[in-house]
């Protein structure tokens, strides 16, 4: 039987509701294009017409309030090529379905789409020193804050005698997810891993740096398109190998984004991303006597009750509380940084007005 030829758009998870998405923010010398790639404000696209670099419009810059509304690795895009030889434009970002955000690390604290439109993401720890449940719970709240479903992976089982009791620990902290045992090494698990990717949807691999992201992606296509390095060599260098994020089109009719590991991963979730991650905790505060407990020794706690009888650890308590005064923290932040973004944008707003009054007076 001969193959069918698919379309670059298809491959990449072109559908119905994309399409008439994206008829509602273009105009007829608008083209379809997935993000691939990202570096410092200028974008690769991907389109029938193949790759090629943009940039946003100036429009498009100016009405743009917050990092968030600038296209990520995974969006799919409005945009318009004059000829051959220039940069494409980006006139709009069709609304997303799923994004994975986070602060930009350092003091101004910026919010960040790392990953759009992803349907898995697969949480990637390596089975070596890295292994820490305590991350896979935090990665685990980003996760579904973010819309996607996730997947625990535990890479490099092949450096690990006793790969099934770090299962177990992973499952400990993950309820009712999967854990997959994967070696990019040996090729152990990679196909669970492959059929998790069901053709027409989007995965991404999150994780610290050296767990193996990238290695996982080559294994999956079979050859070195993606660059890896050994962890002493990470190290002694002391960067990351991954330098962006990329949308790699694997053969089975998926797609999947590689990041670059994260330094640092503050939290960027609301309560019920968080009650999710922590669903036997938030099912025990069904039962406190207070509505607005907060299980720090109130009477009547159920969380408290539970770790008493043992029936809740005290490192999965610890963790928790952790996390909810994370969020409340960034959520006092942001309340600040809204007031000040709004009181500049009215500024703009006045500004502007001022001057197209002074014109009109001729002055
Ligand atoms: N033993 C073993 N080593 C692995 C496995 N997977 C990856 N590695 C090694 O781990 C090192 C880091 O792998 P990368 O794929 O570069 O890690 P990464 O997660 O992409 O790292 P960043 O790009 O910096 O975020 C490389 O030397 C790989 O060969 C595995 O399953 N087993
Ligand atoms: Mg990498
Ligand atoms: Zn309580």
């Not at 994004?99 to 898995?120: C, L, M, Y």
């Amino acid at each position: 039987m001969e193959e069918q030829p698919i379309s670059i758009l298809n491959a990449l998870g072109w559908s119905a509701a994309w399409a008439n998405a994206f008829l509602a923010l273009s105009n007829a010398n608008h083209i379809p294009a997935r993000v691939i790639r990202e570096h410092r404000g200028v974008y690769a696209l991907l389109s029938e017409t193949g790759e090629c670099l943009a940039e946003v419009s100036g429009r498009f810059r100016h009405q743009a309030r917050t990092r968030q509304d600038f296209p990520a690795v995974g969006d799919w895009v409005a945009s318009e090529r004059p000829d051959e030889l220039s940069r494409a434009i980006i006139h709009a970002v069709l609304p997303r379905y799923s994004a994975f955000a986070r602060r930009t690390p350092g003091a101004k604290g910026e919010e960040q789409v790392v990953a759009a439109n992803v349907d898995t993401v697969f949480l990637v720890s390596g089975l070596d020193h890295d292994f820490n449940p305590r991350r896979i719970e935090r990665y685990l709240t980003l996760a579904y804050e973010s819309g996607a479903d996730p997947i625990v992976v535990l890479n490099k089982a092949d450096l690990r005698t006793d790969p099934e009791e770090a299962r177990l620990q992973a499952d400990a902290v993950a309820y009712g997810v999967p854990v997959l045992l994967v070696s990019a090494m040996t090729g152990l698990g990679l196909e669970a891993l492959r059929n998790s990717l069901k053709p027409g949807t989007t995965g991404a691999l999150l994780g610290s740096s050296g767990v193996g992201k990238s290695t996982i992606v080559n294994a999956l296509l079979g050859y070195d398109q993606l660059k890896t390095a050994a962890v002493s060599e990470f190290e002694s260098r002391g960067r990351h190998t991954t330098t962006h994020r990329e949308l790699i089109p694997l053969s089975g009719g998926a797609v999947l984004i590689d990041t670059p590991g994260m330094r640092e991963l503050q939290l960027l979730a609301g309560d019920a991303a968080l009650s999710r991650s922590f669903d036997e905790i938030a099912e025990l505060a069904q039962s406190c006597r207070f509505h607005d407990c907060s299980h720090a020794g109130e009477p009547g706690c159920a969380v408290q009750a539970a770790l008493t009888d043992g029936g809740l650890e005290m490192e999965r308590y610890e963790s928790y509380l952790r996390q909810l005064k994370e969020i409340r923290h960034h959520q006092v932040e942001q309340d600040v940084h809204l007031q000040i973004a709004e009181n500049k944008r009215w500024k703009e707003i006045h500004r502007s007005m001022r001057h197209h009054h002074k014109r009109k007076n001729g002055g």
